[in-house]
């Protein structure tokens, strides 16, 4: 029924930017946030960040507030999530999922549909 596509991903040095966007195809009749969650090797998936479908409000994990700012377009079909300031930690493999809009959930357990990833390297 609803489709998540993620692109953008790849390797990058400390200190620069780089741009992922997600896909999304099927009907979410707008009820549903778009969300950011990103896995490191050998950690569990963590919340990076989200935005409404309702009011375009957002929310960003610590770790990456004041870096990374999400973004939608296309009529609520496309979000993106511009990353500056990259560091190492930041690699991952970014997943982009669909979930609550009227309030902020920040486990994985509590999304509605994935996509597969995209790879993210920050080398030093």
């Known amino acids: 029924q609803v489709e998540v596509v993620e692109s953008g991903g790849g390797s990058v040095q400390a200190g620069d930017s780089l741009r992922l966007s997600c896909a999304v195809s099927?009907?979410?009749?707008?009820?549903?946030?778009m969300y950011w969650f990103r896995q490191a090797p050998g950690k569990a998936r963590e919340f990076v960040t989200m935005?409404?479908?309702?009011?375009?409000?957002?929310h960003y994990a610590d770790s990456v507030k004041g870096r990374f700012t999400i973004s939608r377009a296309n009529a609520e079909n496309t979000v993106f999530l511009q990353m500056n300031s990259l560091s190492p930690e930041d690699t991952g493999v970014y997943y982009c999922?669909?979930?609550?809009?009227?309030?902020?959930?920040?486990?994985?357990?509590?999304?509605?549909?994935w996509g597969k990833g995209t790879k993210v390297t920050v080398s030093s």
């Open positions: 935005i409404s479908s309702s009011d375009g409000s957002t």
């Open positions: 099927g009907n979410t009749f707008g009820w549903l946030g």
């Open positions: 999922a669909l979930g609550p809009s009227i309030v902020v959930v920040t486990t994985p357990a509590g999304m509605d549909y």
